[in-house]
């Protein structure tokens, strides 16, 4: 479009100096058409540069998830192939569950066992409330007897020995009330020992019992989102262990992120909702619709890192680094009755941001976007 431009201001001239001879044609009007020329080209490209920013570095961004099995053991079954669409939910691999099908097997065991133990501290508590009632009277009786065999022996009816004895046998029937007491409580503390609507113990084994189906459960690795498994070369037998620095395989969610990567003086007039052309090297040809979801106003140049040290000032003489560019998230918009492009991750290409500004010069964009979208198809190696 720039060229249709320039050759139809080559046509202006050729038209006045030449055919309709309106002005001279010598040195001075030769230089003023080729300074014009080179002004018109100059203002063209730096206006269409500011309305309609186009960039060179557009990078498709897929999640990547490292499987790593929460639970250890040999796997059995490889549920999947590597690079294959699977859904939310599918069943990529299955560990060994033997250990922890036993582990909840006894555990429910356990429970039953600690709910028959639980329903016994009701009856505890009534046959330590009993003991503690028939203590209390037998030391009410040993009282009344110990004071009778004191009046007796002041009246000289009695001895001394029935006195002595019955002190004795008060002070047992104090001890023997003393301990039912201590019981009655045990028994009411363990009652009163709740976790919501169960006894403590209950409550306990339950837990267990849950964190061991849990592990049951994970036994079985599914996939994280819709998406594709990447590098599956776990094969039945392998033995799989918990840890981080350890994933069974990697798997690529289908979620993409399209980031456009922009100079800091191009971005005065992007705004969200704003139209852009997307050509990638992978669909040659092709024009990707999309448009503007958000700015990213951040980059690496903006952040100081958590340290102990002062950091270092930029030296004078020294030169500046370049500054880096802001990323533009770019959303594809799926034409109705069109089937979605099917980007890999990783896709590079170039792409057009169309603002609010000055839209009769979108058109050379427009142009401009589509012919790099044609270059695409060229292969330039000599191999």
């Known amino acids: 479009m720039l060229e249709m431009i320039i050759g139809g201001y080559c046509a202006l001239v050729w038209l006045v100096f030449i055919k309709l001879k309106w002005f001279p044609w010598n040195i001075k009007t030769q230089v003023g058409a080729a300074t014009g020329a080179l002004a018109l080209a100059a203002t063209i490209i730096f206006t269409i540069n500011v309305v309609t920013p186009s960039s060179n570095d557009v990078r498709v961004i897929n999640y990547v998830s490292e499987i790593v099995p929460r639970v250890a053991g040999t796997v059995t079954r490889v549920a999947v192939e590597g690079n294959t669409l699977v859904k939310k939910g599918d069943v990529l691999l299955e560990i060994d569950d033997t250990p922890y099908r036993l582990r909840v097997r006894e555990l429910e065991a356990k429970l039953a066992d600690t709910i028959a133990s639980a329903k016994t501290l009701k009856q505890d508590l009534d046959s330590a409330k009993s003991s503690t009632l028939a203590a209390q009277a037998h030391l009410d009786l040993m009282s009344k007897r110990l004071q009778e065999a004191k009046t007796l022996a002041k009246a000289g009816a009695g001895n001394e020995y029935d006195v002595e004895n019955f002190q004795a046998e008060t002070k047992k029937a104090e001890s023997a009330l003393a301990s039912a007491k201590s019981g009655e409580a045990k028994a009411q503390i363990r009652l009163d020992a709740t976790v919501g609507p169960d006894l403590a113990s209950v409550a306990q084994i339950k837990a267990q019992l849950d964190s061991a189906r849990y592990d049951l459960r994970s036994t079985v690795i599914r996939a994280p989102a819709d998406g594709y498994p990447i590098n599956v070369s776990v094969r039945p037998g392998n033995y ?102 099917v980007i890999p991750m990783g896709a590079r290409g170039g792409a057009a941001v169309y603002t609010e500004k000055l839209a009769p010069l979108h058109l050379l964009r427009m142009v401009m976007i589509r012919a790099q979208s044609l270059f695409n198809y060229l292969v330039l190696k000599l191999h």
């Open 240 to 341: 799989l262990v918990p840890m981080p620095f350890k994933p069974a395989l990697s798997f690529v969610e289908r979620e993409q992120r399209i980031l456009a990567f922009f100079a800091q003086n191009e971005l005065r007039y992007i705004q969200p909702g704003d139209k852009a052309e997307i050509a990638f090297q992978t669909l040659p040809g092709q024009l990707v619709k999309a448009k503007v979801d958000s700015i990213v106003w951040a980059n690496g140049q903006g952040q100081l890192l958590q340290s102990g040290q002062v950091p270092n000032a930029p030296v004078e003489m020294a030169p500046a680094p370049l500054a880096q560019k802001y990323a533009v998230k770019l959303t594809p918009i799926q034409q109705e009755g069109e089937e979605q492009a």
